[in-house]
T-cell receptor, first 113, second 117 residues
Framework: DSGVTQTPKHLITATGQRVTLRCSPR?????VYWYQQSLDQGLQFLIQ???????AKGNILERFSAQQFPDLHSELNLSSLELGDSALYFC????????????FGPGTRLTVL | ELKVEQNPLFLSMQEGKNYTIYCNYS?????LYWYRQDPGKSLESLFV?????AVKQEGRLMASLDTKARLSTLHITAAVHDLSATYFC?????????????????FGKGTKLSVKP
């Protein structure tokens, strides 16, 4: 158990819908990262927050957004969902802004029908 | 484009045999990670390699890093069935702007290892 928690574990929804994925980092960690894992794209970095501020952006679609709250938990919002958004979404956390080992949560499996 | 290439992508081994997984990367980095993932599960951190020449060992797994060659290896000694999983290497690239870590990780496609009795 890495200490990173994610909810829900599974999510099944329809195309065009909007969902919110939630992540709580390890105690004391200030950075939260979101990654998407799919069969065709592999593991891709989406976005990083550090102490409430966006720090780095990767291959995140405009339909997706995230934020980190004052209690350091983070939410990833996915809207206008398409079939291709079906994937495993991981949250990871680390102590600092960079050069820190990242610890991964259990993931949320999103299925878009 | 920053690339991290692993090979092989699929590896079927017999128990007791040795093998090496290779991880080549195209960007400047002095920090590389190896993770293990079981089917449907999260990523478990195996090794953190922090400098050129770093070598770390845990049980039947040994990882090394050559930053000049931009190459890391994960060596498996006397494989056992419990090692069956997918292994990922991930690079923490240096920022082109300020030379420090970018923070995010770039992953290879993973090596799916199957160890058979």
């Amino acid at each position: 158990d890495s200490g990173v928690t994610q909810t829900p574990k599974h999510l099944i929804t329809a195309t065009g819908q909007r969902v919110t994925l939630r992540c709580s980092p390890r105690s004391g960690d200030l950075s939260v990262y979101w990654y998407q894992q799919s069969l065709d794209q592999g593991l891709q970095f989406l976005i990083q927050y550090y102490n409430g501020e966006e720090r780095a952006k990767g291959n995140i679609l405009e339909r997706f957004s995230a934020q980190q709250f004052p209690d350091l938990h983070s939410e990833l919002n996915l809207s206008s969902l398409e079939l291709g958004d079906s994937a495993l979404y991981f949250c990871a956390s680390s102590a600092g802004v960079s050069y820190n080992e990242q610890f991964f949560g259990p993931g949320t499996r999103l299925t878009v029908l | 484009e920053l690339k991290v290439e692993q090979n092989p992508l699929f590896l079927s081994m017999q128990e007791g045999k040795n093998y090496t997984i290779y991880c080549n990367y195209s960007t400047t980095s002095d920090r590389l990670y190896w993770y293990r993932q079981d089917p449907g599960k999260s990523l478990e951190s195996l090794f953190v390699l922090l400098s050129n020449g770093a070598v770390k060992q845990e049980g039947r797994l040994m990882a090394s890093l050559d930053t000049k060659a931009r190459l890391s290896t994960l060596h498996i000694t006397a494989a056992v069935h419990d090692l069956s999983a997918t292994y990922f290497c991930a690079v923490d690239p240096k920022s082109m702007n300020y030379g420090g870590s970018q923070g995010n990780l770039i992953f290879g496609k993973g090596t799916k290892l199957s160890v058979k009795p």
